[in-house]
């Protein structure tokens, strides 16, 4: 007979305390290493194969993806590999998402059906950082959310109510973000974001936002302190009220809630859809900085913030791969974690 072992309630109380707060700071830390995902993109032509893609995620211990756009060869791969995805709806898609009868369930049932349930499809992104303020994305604005709605009926038509749809949205449309409190969504982007709050509420959805302190502090160097964006602050660098903030990430997703809350959508969850930092090309894109940022992002994300403490926050860190086809300034072929010949950069341990 197995031998049992009793306690008193007096003395076992204190050891109970132990036992359950051991256990939580376990479960938050399991949480928090499985609310980190990577971003997959493919601008590059020299980056592996998805199979080899999707290999590298499981060895390396990453089991959550976002990629840009429902590439065949990419879903393929994911094919039973335990790997949670959100995929993309690119901008040029939305127009005819919007306008085109049957386009959506045509769109789900080559993206999405064709593959679930061998890949864990839980998000779709319809549209990344549209703005109609912002002149590169203000031609998809009007087309948005109709496209969001399309491919939610397209999903329900189809049996698919787990999977939630949202887009990716970002700090610019905000008009206020100092001190977080008192953001707040600009004049300007008002009638077309606070709609897709209003759908991201009815369909308990959350707010995608990609969040880059590296931008923030590059756009404002004289007045932000490049500890302030790394997570390497001694001390508090803005008090707001009763919060205290140490670090960018936390202010600018703070500032995001704030903003929700302003415009009917306080009980939404905000998954950080992207944040990196990039290692050339700038003064301060250095591996080690970059290093520095990955590592104090993905420890620091399993607290949550000032605002929603002890909630760990999602988060898809920016990107996979360096990808040398990208346009822009030379950092934007710089975010990569791994090199295209698979080498870590920075030895950063996902599991």
Not at 144 to 160: D, R, T, Y
Request: hydrophobic residues 40%; negative net charge; proline residues 7%.
């Amino acid at each position: 007979m197995a031998s049992v072992m009793f306690f008193s309630s007096k003395r076992s109380k204190p050891l109970m305390a132990a036992i359950f707060l051991l256990l939580g700071l376990l479960m938050s830390t399991i949480t928090g290493t499985q609310s980190i995902g990577v971003c997959y993109g493919t601008l590059g032509d020299n980056l592996p194969s998805a199979p080899e893609v999707v290999q590298l995620y499981q060895s390396s211990g990453i089991n959550r993806m976002r990629i840009f756009d429902p590439n065949p060869a990419t879903l393929e791969a994911l094919r039973r590999s335990g790997i949670r995805l959100i995929v993309g709806v690119p901008n040029n898609d939305l127009q005819a998402l919007a306008l085109i009868p049957n386009a959506a369930a045509d769109w789900i049932q080559s993206n999405v059906l064709t593959y679930t349930p061998d890949v864990d499809i839980w998000c779709i992104a319809v549209g990344n950082e549209v703005s109609p303020t912002n002149a590169p994305t203000s031609q998809f604005a009007n087309y948005l959310l109709p496209a969001m709605k399309n491919i939610q009926s397209a999903l329900l038509a189809a049996g698919l109510m787990q999977i939630k749809v949202s887009t990716a949205s970002f700090s610019q449309l905000l008009g206020s973000s100092f001190p977080p409190s008192q953001g707040s969504f600009s004049d300007g982007v008002s009638s077309f974001i606070n709609p897709i709050i209003s759908f991201l509420v009815e369909n308990d959805s959350p707010f995608l936002a990609n969040i880059y302190p590296y931008f923030s502090y590059t756009g404002d160097s004289q007045n932000i302190p490049l500890p302030y964006a790394l997570f390497t602050a001694p001390g508090v660098v803005v008090q707001d009220g009763n919060l205290q903030y140490q670090n960018l990430f936390d202010a600018s997703l703070d500032a995001i809630y704030a903003a929700l809350e302003r415009s009917g959508g306080a009980n939404l969850l905000i998954v950080v859809s992207e944040s990196g930092w990039p290692s050339e090309g700038d003064p301060v894109a250095t591996v080690e900085n970059a290093r520095t940022y990955y590592s104090n992002l993905m420890n620091h994300v399993k607290g949550g913030t000032p605002r929603r403490p002890g909630q760990a926050v999602e988060t898809y860190l920016f990107a996979m791969f360096d990808e040398n086809q990208k346009g822009g300034l030379e950092t934007e072929r710089h975010f990569g974690l791994f090199s295209p010949s698979q080498q870590s950069k920075y030895q950063i341990a996902f599991n």
